[in-house]
């Protein structure tokens, strides 16, 4: 992209580094009796953009990005006196994903009029989500839903497409409450102002 505003859009798959088996784990290390451990990703995440460029190398973004939901069900044999505390363990143990608005610094290095290397560092403002629910052996559901502000990154090729018109391939990172999501995403970028 050259200098001046720019709108756009990007669909991509979000995954975190936790598995069933990770969860049973940490939920037992705590002292819980849990079985039939299921972990749903709804990892389909998309997000839309508005930004400027300040010249061919530097620019700024915002956009509203949703990372998908993370959820698990279980089988816990646990005393009721217990369930609440084996909510909590499980809500740390949870890694969030959830919407939220992003803001960037855009680093863009162009190799020739329709090839370039750009790279993002930003701020997330996320409601971290998710959910987990006891289905078998003791009854309870407990969501998470915090504002908070983390840290977000990526990486990735620009290709120009006629004048206005660019394709994004990029791969972003975000820290949430510690955990990575890593987010691979194809996008497109519409440019309003230069000679892009």
Same mark, same amino acid.
């Given at each position: 992209?050259? !200098?001046? $505003?720019?709108?756009?859009?990007? /669909?991509? +798959?979000?995954?975190s580094d936790i598995?069933?088996?990770? &969860?049973?784990?940490?939920?037992?290390?705590?002292?819980?009796?849990?079985?039939?451990?299921? @972990?749903?990703?709804?990892?389909?995440?998309? *997000?839309? #953009?508005?930004?400027?460029?300040?010249?061919?190398? =530097?620019?700024?973004?915002?956009?509203?990005?949703? @990372?998908? !939901?993370?959820? #698990?069900?279980?089988?816990?044999?646990?005393?009721?006196? %217990?369930?609440?505390?084996?909510l909590q363990l499980?809500?740390? @143990?949870?890694?969030?994903?959830?919407?939220?608005?992003?803001? +960037?610094?855009?680093?863009?290095?162009?190799?020739?009029?329709? &090839?370039?290397?750009?790279? #993002?560092?930003?701020? &997330?403002?996320?409601?971290?989500?998710? *959910? %987990?629910?006891? %289905?078998?052996?003791?009854?309870? #559901?407990? &969501?998470?839903?915090?504002?908070?502000?983390? $840290?977000?990154?990526? /990486?990735?090729?620009? /290709?120009?497409?006629?004048?206005? $018109?660019? =394709?994004?391939?990029?791969?972003? %990172?975000?820290?949430?409450?510690?955990?990575?999501? +890593?987010?691979?995403?194809?996008?497109?970028?519409?440019? $309003?102002?230069?000679?892009?």
């Amino acid at each position: 992209m050259e !200098e001046g $505003f720019y709108v756009g859009g990007a /669909i991509g +798959d979000a995954s975190s580094d936790i598995n069933a088996a990770q &969860f049973t784990r940490g939920l037992t290390d705590g002292g819980f009796d849990v079985s039939d451990v299921s @972990l749903s990703d709804s990892g389909s995440g998309w *997000k839309l #953009t508005a930004g400027y460029m300040v010249n061919k190398y =530097i620019g700024v973004q915002a956009s509203y990005v949703d @990372l998908g !939901e993370l959820s #698990t069900r279980y089988t816990a044999s646990v005393p009721p006196d %217990q369930v609440d505390a084996m909510l909590q363990l499980g809500t740390s @143990l949870l890694p969030g994903r959830g919407r939220g608005f992003l803001t +960037d610094l855009v680093l863009q290095y162009p190799f020739s009029d329709r &090839f370039a290397a750009y790279a #993002t560092l930003g701020v &997330f403002f996320v409601e971290p989500e998710s *959910k %987990q629910t006891v %289905q078998t052996g003791a009854t309870g #559901t407990a &969501f998470r839903t915090e504002n908070d502000s983390e $840290f977000a990154a990526s /990486i990735g090729v620009s /290709i120009a497409v006629g004048d206005r $018109f660019s =394709i994004r391939v990029g791969y972003e %990172q975000y820290d949430i409450d510690g955990e990575s999501v +890593d987010f691979p995403m194809a996008a497109f970028h519409v440019g $309003f102002g230069g000679n892009d």
